[in-house]
Nanobody, 120 residues
Framework: QVQLVESGGGLVQAGGFLRLSCEAS????????MGWFRQAPGKEREFVAT????????YYADSVKGRFTISRDNTKNTVYLQMNSLKSEDTAVYYC?????????????WGQGTQVTVSS
């Protein structure tokens, strides 16, 4: 069982930046691929980014490529999402997830989410 707790959300102006963190419980963090997803009001949840077990492999949705960076620190059981050049369309609840296979889906554990609001 893995428990995930996100933090770092908030209100930011367009063009600004935020860094989200997701801390995982347990001693097996490094055996999980991690992902970030988001859900805007009235929309389905969508994939944002994923990172493999070691942190050496990452993959992004086209909508955030070049602006967002996913990283992880296995010594701190934490995955990060650095979000730069934020746009109003990035406004959403952001969720982190843990799974056995890195990718756009098939995640087993989810956090409760953190709200990101970008004002234009």
């Amino acid at each position: 069982q893995v428990q995930l707790v996100e933090s770092g959300g908030g209100l930011v102006q367009a063009g600004g930046f935020l860094r989200l963190s997701c801390e995982a419980s347990g001693r097996t963090f490094s055996s999980y691929a991690m992902g970030w997803f988001r859900q805007a009001p009235g929309k389905e949840r969508e994939f944002v980014a994923t990172i493999n077990f070691s942190g050496g492999g990452t993959y992004y949705a086209d909508s955030v490529k070049g602006r967002f960076t996913i990283s992880r620190d296995n010594t701190k059981n934490t995955v990060y999402l650095q979000m730069n050049s934020l746009k109003s369309e990035d406004t959403a609840v952001y969720y982190c997830a843990a799974g056995r296979i890195p990718g756009r889906d098939n995640y087993d554990y989810w956090g409760q989410g953190t709200q990101v609001t970008v004002s234009s």
